[in-house]
């Protein structure tokens, strides 16, 4: 039972272990690889003013928070930044679903990520009843139509689905269970994400049918193997612009000004202690 299809056989790559999963010497050299391609690709978003916005969606500990840990871990927050917002308060429910969402978007010369977004209304509020089945249906209507608006606009729509299998989703879950470090990761929102597994199923498949538009289409990222999950989404986001090498060339260093000024003495400032 789950989302994520059958794994192709892979017992004659060296680069995977028996078990079919990326090695970690193989993840290691081309997430190397593909950050400088991020790096290039940042510069590329700046020097043409394009607007990208990458939404990614799914279950609870597929894998979404480490892509975009990832994505961002070269790159600069002033261009590639992140969007995770908390739930809503009482006056953004009562505004127009879209609104709170609206002020984030890119501006001209930014890509900003949303850990989650607007797809909240037609899965977690769905499947735990925290709008009503008018509020959905609502939803699925004017999503599209807001997604077309969007592109219309000259913004780049990406929209990643992290799959993960029910299996797989239960061996990371007890593993965060086993680790007190990690406890905190396991909210009362994944304990019934987990209990409502198949109603899940069921959102995505709604969801699916409804957003899944030309002009902003999903892409499912399978992510029982979290490393060729990383690095399959990555290379995939960097296939969808023809982006050129514009990075600045290196500067010369202003030699430091000498002026007349006498500094504190040192033993006046209070230091961390050297522990280390």
Known sequence: MGDAPDSPDRT??????????LRASAYDAEM????????????????Q???????????GSAG??????????????RT?????????????????????????LPAAGEMVLFDRSWYNRSNVEWVMG???????????????????????SGTVVLKYWFSVSAEEQQRRFEARNAEPLKRWKLSDMDLAEREH???????????????DIKQAPWFVVPSDDKRAAR?????????????????????????VRDVPYVRTPMHEQSFVPGVF
């Open 64 to 77: 979404k928070g480490g892509v975009i840990k990832r994505i961002t871990e070269r790159t600069s927050p």
């Open 32 to 47: 190397e690889r593909l950050q400088e391609q991020l790096v290039l690709l940042q510069y590329w978003v700046q020097s």
């Open 231 to 255: 690095l399959n989404c990555i290379t995939h986001l960097l296939s969808q612009f023809d982006y050129e090498d514009v990075a600045p060339d290196p500067v010369v260093l202003p030699e």
């Open 12 to 21: 004659d790559d060296d680069r995977y272990t028996s078990k079919g999963r």
């Open 80 to 104: 590639v930044r992140i969007v995770a917002l908390p739930k809503p308060t009482d006056r953004e429910r009562s505004q127009w679903y879209f609104q709170r969402y609206v002020e984030h």
């Open 130 to 152: 925290f709008c009503t089945e008018d509020e959905h249906q609502e939803f699925l209507r004017s999503c599209p139509e807001f997604e077309r608006m969007l592109v219309r």
């Open 197 to 211: 597994y198949v109603r899940y199923s069921m959102a995505k498949d709604t969801t699916f049918q409804h957003t």
């Open 49 to 59: 003013g394009l607007k990208v916005l990458v939404i990614f969606e799914g279950r």
